[in-house]
């Protein structure tokens, strides 16, 4: 028996309801443990990108000066 066979003859507060919320209750704390992973490491990735752009500026900065300074 499939299971779009046992859903037919149930209501629809069953199929868009009673069956979300308790698969909610099953994997609430997989799911949110799996967004808190996704968004810390997105949070991670935005402060090395940061970081190496922040270095980078830095350093052509500083070489631009270097050089600027050995031509007087």
């Known amino acids: 028996m499939a299971v779009r066979e046992m859903l037919a ?3 629809w507060w ?3 309801v009673a ?3 308790i ?3 099953v ?3 997989l799911i949110t443990s799996v967004a808190t992973f996704v968004i810390g490491l997105l ?3 935005l402060v090395f990108v940061a970081l190496v752009g922040g270095l980078i500026y830095v350093v ?3 070489m631009s000066s270097s050089t600027s300074r ?3």
């Open 9 to 11: 003859g149930m209501p």
């Open 14 to 16: 069953v199929k868009w």
């Open 19 to 21: 069956i979300p919320l």
């Open 23 to 25: 698969a909610l209750f």
């Open 27 to 29: 994997f609430g704390g």
């Open 43 to 45: 949070f991670k990735v």
């Open 60 to 62: 052509r900065k500083f």
């Open 70 to 72: 050995e031509d007087w």
